[in-house]
């Protein structure tokens, strides 16, 4: 894993609950915490409170984002919730293809879908959101991929070659 994130500046967005983060390498993120505010007892002061999640602000060494009324957050796993909501263009699927080294068919088995449907998503310019959610699982846990990875052995497509259809040779039988 590399260095620590840092968040350099951090501010409200216009939908409601969602930040804008600009990280210390430049990089700039929406993030919405709905699902956070909801799921969190603690942070579900904010669902009410709309005012209250307006006023955040990083840490005082970029480590985290603040609020006034003392709720913190972790810069890393906020970069995570940001990570996840990024949408995942059709060229990332190839790339994970590449990276575990599978074939169409493999990847079809692998997600339960068609080869054909692959072949598109390659060209797709987003993915579906629980497809990306999959690709994410999987390129992060070696064992949640191996628990769901079956090889499929690809035929060559087209006639054999002649040298697969030739008959062995018969030997010579030496006490004849």
């Known amino acids: 894993m ?26 700039k993120s929406k993030v919405d915490l709905t699902g956070l505010v909801y799921s969190s007892r603690h942070f579900k002061v904010f669902a009410d409170d709309a005012d209250a999640f307006r ?18 957050y972790s810069a890393r796993t906020l970069k995570i919730l940001a990570d996840e909501q990024k949408p995942m263009p059709g060229r990332l699927l190839h790339a994970f293809e590449s990276k575990f080294r599978l074939n169409t068919e493999e990847t079809a088995l692998l997600l339960k879908v068609t080869p054909r449907t692959i072949k598109n998503w390659r060209e797709a310019a987003e993915l579906r959101v629980t497809v ?20 499929v052995q690809v035929k060559p497509r087209g006639r054999p070659k002649a040298a697969d259809h030739q008959m062995p040779k018969p030997t010579r039988d030496a006490s004849a």
């Open 55 to 72: 006023q955040v602000k990083p840490d005082e060494f970029g480590t985290g984002i603040e609020w006034a009324n003392g709720l913190d």
């Open 132 to 151: 990306g959610i999959v690709l994410r699982r999987f390129e992060h846990d070696p064992t949640a991929f191996a628990a769901h990875y079956r090889p």
């Open 2 to 27: 590399g260095a620590l994130p840092r968040v350099k500046a951090v501010s409200a967005g216009r939908a409601p609950l969602t930040l804008n983060v600009e990280w210390a390498d430049g990089a």
